[in-house]
């Protein structure tokens, strides 16, 4: 175990070190660490987080507490992935996706249609799929747990027209978040994407900035966006899931004990996140219809053969790579 300049400065107990064992200082040190994310704290995400922070907090005696900042209160995605590469936040969770500004490969899992069911989510992503994926995070730098924490299948909401058919995405002006993959899927099937950070979706539905988006029902009924919103399409045009990173300084700071106490719950609670927000799905379609969102399931063969013929696979192939391809495939069968 080795003393670096910042542990010994977050000991506040320099002077007490010469004639101290270094695992005492360390036994008495209190880390006190962020966890920020950009869903409303009533969503799955943050009920089992807050849980987690407990638990862990008991276990470590204390030694541990951890702060969550739900809603983006530290600022968007886009900063808050800055501030995670820093260190001023020492924990964040984010779609693959959007990690994918800093790691490519982290787009891979949403490819459009690519999953038919959590089955075979799970399949790739606790499976060679995923290890690879973390791999990749892990070479820019940044800590990734274990267990991927579930986003969902995502549905188009609009104001002005249900999705029934292709060609409804024409023209339409879409929310995306902050990736590439999102904005070239959405251009492929002719619609008109805006990228936009979480924070600010609410408000850019309010204004017409944009007249549609595209979330998991779990975000659309957490978020309120049925308020802003007049239909929902069911679409499950891709899954999408947020990798729990860590900074790796913060990360190496912390005694082993520690390390394994807090990886251990965070794990944990990404599965009961998993269940949750599976289980939260049936319900949520009555919930949000009360809520007068109008509900449709279209047709999506001829959405997936729209995206096909635009290219929009064998571009994406090329870009991931054959292997990253292959390991998608595996779990999910031959696409496109
Ligand atoms: O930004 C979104 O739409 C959200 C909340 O689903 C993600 O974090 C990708």
Not at 95 to 124: C, E, H, M, Q, R
Not at 221 to 242: I, P, R
Request: proline fraction near 4%; hydrophobic fraction near 40%; charged fraction near 20%.
């Amino acid at each position: 175990m080795t003393l670096n300049r910042r542990s010994f400065m977050l000991t506040g107990a320099g002077a007490a070190l010469i004639a101290t064992p270094l695992q005492s200082v360390l036994a008495a040190t209190t880390f006190r660490y962020k966890y920020a994310n950009n869903l409303p704290a009533t969503h799955p995400m943050n009920i089992r987080a807050k849980e987690m922070a407990k638990k862990i907090e008991e276990e470590t005696k204390g030694r541990f507490k951890l702060q969550i900042f739900p809603s983006s209160q530290l600022g968007s995605d886009t900063e808050t992935l800055n501030q995670l590469r820093s260190g001023a936040v020492e924990f964040f969770t984010l779609s693959g996706l959007i990690l994918s500004t800093l790691v490519p490969a982290a787009a891979i899992s949403g490819i459009g249609f690519a999953f038919p069911n959590y089955d075979s989510v799970w399949k790739a992503m606790d499976g060679d799929l995923g290890a690879y994926i973390r791999g990749e995070i892990e070479k820019s730098g940044l800590v990734v747990m274990q267990n991927i924490w579930d986003n969902g299948f995502r549905e188009v909401t609009t104001s002005n027209r249900p999705i029934k058919t292709a060609a409804d995405f024409r023209d339409l002006k879409i929310r995306v978040p902050v990736s590439p993959l999102w904005t070239s899927m959405f251009k492929a099937l002719k619609a008109s994407p805006t990228s936009i950070n979480f924070n600010e979706v609410y408000s850019a539905l309010q204004t017409k900035v944009v007249d549609a988006q595209e979330n998991p029902l779990a975000i659309i009924q957490t978020a309120k966006l049925y308020e802003v919103q007049k239909y929902c399409s069911l679409t499950n045009h891709m899954w999408d899931g947020f990798w729990f990173l860590g900074n790796h300084d913060a990360w190496n700071r912390l005694p082993k004990d520690i390390q394994a106490i807090v990886a251990k719950h965070i794990n944990e609670a990404g599965m009961k996140e998993r269940a949750d927000v599976a289980g939260l799905n049936d319900d949520l379609q009555k919930k949000l219809t009360s809520e007068h969102l109008i509900f449709n399931t279209p047709n999506t063969g001829p959405i997936r053969d729209e995206l096909r013929q635009a290219g929009f696979y064998s571009e994406w192939k090329k870009k991931f790579g054959d292997s990253a391809w292959a390991l998608l495939e595996k779990s999910v069968g031959t696409l496109a």
